[in-house]
């Protein structure tokens, strides 16, 4: 029970700055008096952010119904 306490508190409480953009991008974002560029890329980031989180969400939930089905086969009296 302690080491999961220990590890859920690391992971909860300890937060380590990473930087999410490459030199390229973080480069051209810094330069530029024109905010549209930034707003595209934070666009494409949140679009490619998206897109795995809704197709893991499907299957999860294909899963579910398939496992969850009520049986039909069932007789009453």
Avoid at 30 to 44: C, F, K, L, R, V
């Amino acid at each position: 029970m302690k080491p999961k306490f220990f590890i859920l508190f690391i992971f909860l409480f300890l937060i380590i700055d990473a930087n999410a953009q490459c030199a390229m991008c973080r480069a051209v974002l810094e330069s530029g008096e024109d905010q549209s560029a930034a707003e595209g890329i934070n666009d494409g980031i949140m679009f490619l952010m998206a897109v795995p989180y809704i197709l893991v969400a499907t299957i999860g939930y294909i899963i579910y119904r398939k496992y969850n089905k009520p049986n039909k086969t069932e007789s009453t009296d």
